[in-house]
């Protein structure tokens, strides 16, 4: 399986992006693990929740992305990509998965039998343990095999996961200093009880003009919204009716290589029933992207640790001081970071991960 993995990866260096990574890596996976259709997306690393780009392939009707992952999200209970994140293999079938009764699943009966789908191959994207993409690969009653995914074919994209995962969190690395416009403030969106969006302000607008184009929905506000957004409210009814202790909070990164963090709660009514939920699209701060910068870097907890205590001015000794370990130590830690960052100063180490120039300014209140 490792000569496998290694064929179908080879090259995927030369990548641009995240959505040039999963175009790729699916023409050529195509022909080892023949498919009808597929959905790739990338996760947000710490909460599992889909984020751009999201590529969609053979698949008519688009918007049924967003009932996709309302099953997904508030139904399913056949291997959701939730418990395929924690599994030993991080792939599976579903046809395997509920004993040639694929009745059994929420998703496939309320959408994926319609579209004559008769098998689905999932995978979880990972490295390190953290989720940074899903896939579904879905195969129709005439397809090959008998239409269903063998269980070598489930072991072939298992063994793409962490070589894939890996390529993908080289992409959250800052871009280089550039010029930014001034970013609008905190964006909201009101969806009702039955998921609907109601309201939305101006800042919302602007940030949703500055995300990649993706599958989305329209909306009664005249803007269409990503599935993200869909995604991440659902999240938070999830939470509502204790479906899921996660967070309903995810990043993306706009047009302009910027991060943004959007954040949902379910809101309750002064006599403690369900109401709307509130969701906000801010720029994202340098502490909400702390995880994403020192994963992308594969900084361990005790580099990121001192790298922070560098940020805040320490000196070797105070930072020794502070973690109860040797100045040798805190040297030969700082040594790693240098080379894996590709600085030769605290100064630039400081610039490379958490200068202001590397995420959007608020714009200034009236």
């Known amino acids: 399986m490792g000569g496998r993995s290694a064929d179908l990866t080879a090259g995927l260096d030369r990548a641009s992006g995240a959505e040039d990574l999963f175009r790729r890596t699916s023409a050529r996976l195509r022909r080892m693990v023949p498919f009808d259709a597929a959905v790739w997306t990338a996760t947000d690393p710490e909460t599992g929740l889909v984020t751009a780009p999201m590529l969609v392939e053979g698949l008519g009707g688009r918007e049924r992305c967003a009932d996709y992952w309302e099953s997904e999200i508030l139904e399913e209970n056949v291997v959701p990509f939730r418990d395929l994140a924690r599994a030993a293999v991080p792939a599976a079938g579903l046809r395997a998965a509920t004993g040639d009764v694929p009745g059994r699943s929420a998703r496939f009966r309320r959408l994926l039998e319609d579209q004559g789908v008769h098998d689905e191959l999932r995978a979880v994207l990972r490295a390190a343990g953290r989720p940074w993409a899903v896939v579904s690969l879905f195969r129709s009653a005439g397809g090959p095999g008998g239409g269903s995914f063998a269980p070598d074919e489930v072991d072939a994209v298992a ?21 930014l416009p001034d970013a609008p403030g905190p964006g909201l969106v009101l969806f009702d009880l039955s998921g609907e969006a109601t309201s939305i302000n101006a800042e919302a607008r602007e940030h949703l003009a500055r995300v990649p184009d993706g599958p989305s929905v329209p909306s009664a506000l005249g803007v269409r919204l990503p599935i993200w957004v869909i995604g991440t409210a659902l999240q938070a009814t999830a939470i509502a009716r204790g479906r899921d202790r996660g967070g309903a909070r995810v990043r ?57 205590q560098v940020a805040r001015g320490l000196s070797t000794g105070e930072i020794a001081e502070r973690l109860f370990i040797s100045p040798h130590t805190v040297r030969d830690h700082l040594k790693t970071v240098f080379e894996k960052t590709g600085v030769s100063s605290r100064g630039e180490l400081v610039a490379r991960l958490f200068a202001e120039h590397y995420w959007p300014r608020a714009r200034p209140a009236p």
């Open 159 to 179: 063994a793409l996961s962490g070589p894939l995962a890996a390529r993908l969190r080289r992409f959250a690395r800052p871009s280089g200093p550039e010029p």
């Open 252 to 308: 993306v990164r706009t047009v302009e290589g910027r991060w943004l963090v959007c954040h949902a709660s379910a809101l309750t009514g002064a006599d403690g029933r369900p109401g709307p939920v509130a969701l906000v699209i801010e720029p994202a701060a340098a502490s909400d992207l702390v995880v994403i910068v020192a994963e992308a870097y594969e900084l361990t907890p005790r580099e990121l640790e001192i790298t922070g």
